[in-house]
């Protein structure tokens, strides 16, 4: 690589970077701000316009604080650990397409830091470092809630990673690469001239269970397990303070961003959206932005919406439930995959997804509803004594 | 001094940690946690994430209400046990006022009656509330949380527009109330009767339709009606194991026997029970206070004996509430009697004769009872409280042990304890 190689991977680096913490400053505002609204509050107002810098002035106010090491911390992997959390969720950032290419004189610019040929096994990689930050924080406090919070995210995102594992699987048989432009690539096209040839269509089943365990591996709510604040207290980053607190946080945020644009890569089409004639190197990553913020509303709703699931719940639902529909959704994929030369592959995978996809909301809809028949009826006027006289 | 005793002020860790053994993970939940409604201590022996051993430890909040009634006379412990159960301080007041009045062989007027039981079961309901409110939060919905706080908010606005506070009225005192309802406030009471029922049914959609919910809470905490028995618990607790007994109902007082209201249960004995239970109950109290407001006759709200109603006719001046300008120019001016009432009451207080009694009231919490005791003077000799809080508290281990840690978080959310009654 020559010396404007180098010159434009240090500036794509810098952007990425700079993309990143700008994006959980953002995030973390507009998820108070959105959650104060469904909860009508206000939500922070003050620093800034519309309150925008609040975060700005936290971080800042944590990077003042003392950084407290408690007696009894097992010291040299204590400091590390907050390290080695944020590190990762940065890093699984670089295998994605933010946006088409562009020329530069004679030279091409692909608008993303490392298209790896392997790329989405490193995405995954990466997710499985992650728990290393948790397990250990939690296990060097010396402490009994943080170290119940490390074990509950061992368990917890090893077996949701091998759900996500397989639903990633199952896009890849369909896209028939590794590398995540050409997933991206795959998608390209629509159906009846309007429908977008998304995974998310026609690989629903796998979009769900990503999104699913997207959420758990992250430690968001309804799966903040790791840190269950009413049980325990603030799990496994209970002892830490000041910047190597921030670090925790940022974590959270950076991988709730990072998973959110891996599932804009593999189901949202990634950067591709109609693209009008003007402006043109512009609309992909908008796109991509776009996509991106939709995904992070969903965290977001979540998290207002939905209490916290129960620990032996929660692996019962990712054992018994996520892993065996990954498993059979992935068998039908490949099936059809090897029908391929037979039938036309994209509508039979469209054709199934669906058909899936909406087997399953009425599945899900007949339980919900069952359930809240089962609960309404117990209400006033039936099955109600009168006591006393 | 034995391995299980736990205190309020410590020193016991070490003994506790020892007397686990190796395996075991001794977690001391408290007194600092954000799901301990306040200052409750509960030491729990682990056994990985199953709870094996379960011990609350009260007292962080003693007062010293009940004492200090002692000292004072007795309209003025009115003023002391509203602070003991802080979220439903009107029961705190009609307990102990209903105490005196029996003591003193009286009866509030009919229509002091009717707004003591508006107030209470406005009460009710901005007790329930906190308690879907803190119940919600600690199992993750914060969403609950700030649903629950609105609609008390609306609630203490209407207790601030008749009572002039938001909390700690002292407003039931013995022989009726100590002011009429203002105009407006009855005018906010049909509002919020109209709107209410409406929340509830937000709530509902919230929470009782929510999968995670029902998981969190269903077959969790369970405790039957014979142990409820055993280990005195009453309330929603109890009701929802499938015992009708409500003290509105079995013992009526303050005219409950005329209002038509259902006693709501649920078989089930666990916290969804109870929570099915309370929602119930938010509906049935709003008919109250509906006939309450609607049914409120014209009248005194005080008994008419001089040397009882406490003298001070407020009135609420354009600088707040103060003492009424007709009423001071009676006593300065116009009636030499009424001085001496006045002097009386203010300096010493009345007398009560010399007696014992218990009233139970039916608190959002359970039986909350008040034994007072007098010997004839101008102050009480004893008044204990039988505070629902601290009875219900005695039956958490019972409820949580073989359960996961997490379901004693539910469990506590479940009983809805309120440590300032519990340790007063």
Redesign the interface.
Known sequence: MDAIGWIILVAKVLIVFAFLMVAVIVTVWAERRTVAFMQQRIGPNRVGPFGILQTLADGLKLFFKEDVVPAGVDRAVYLAAPLVAVIPAFMSFAIVPWGNTFRIGRRVVEMQLADLNVGILFFLAMGSLMVYGVVLAGWSSGSTYPLFGAVRSSAQMISYEIAMGLSVVAVVLAAGTLSTRGIVDAQAGTWFGFVPHWFAISQLPAFVVFLLAGIAESNRPPFDLPEAETELVAGYHLEYSGVRFMMFFLAEYLHVITTSAIATTLFLGGWRGPIPPFARPVWPPLWFLAKVVVLVFVFVWARATLPRVRYDRLMAFGWKVLIPASLVWVMATATLVALGPVVSRATLVAGTGLAAGALALWWLARVTLARRAGIRAARPGEEVARGGR | MSAREVWAQGGDWSRAVEAAGEDR????LGPQ???THGVLRIVIELDG?TVIGCRPVVGYLHTGIEKNTEVRNWVQGCAFVTRMDYLSPFFNELAYSLSVEKLLGIEAPPRAQAIRVLLCELNRISSHVVYLATG?????????M??GF?ERETVLDIFEAITGLRMNHAFIRPGGVALDVPGDALGRIAEFVEDFPHRVDDY?D???????????NRGIGVLGARDCAALGVTGPVLRAAG????LR???PYCGY?NYEF??????TADC?GRY?VRI?EM??SIRIVDQAARGLLPGPVMVEDPKIAWPSRLSLGPDGIGNSPDYIRTIMGESMEALIHHFKLVTEGFRVPAGEVYVPVESPRGELGFHVVSTGEARPWRVHVRDPSFVNLQALPAMAVGG????V?ATVASLDPVMGGCDR
């Open positions: 993970i001794i977690v001391n946690h954000p799901s994430e919600g939060m600690e199992l993750g919905a914060l969403s609950a700030l649903y609105r509902e919230l929470l009782t339709d929510n999968p995670i919910w029902l998981e969190r015992v009708p007994w409500d109902r079995a013992q026997e259902e006693v709501p249960v649920a078989e969804l099915a119930r509906r049935e996961l840690i997490a379901d978080i």
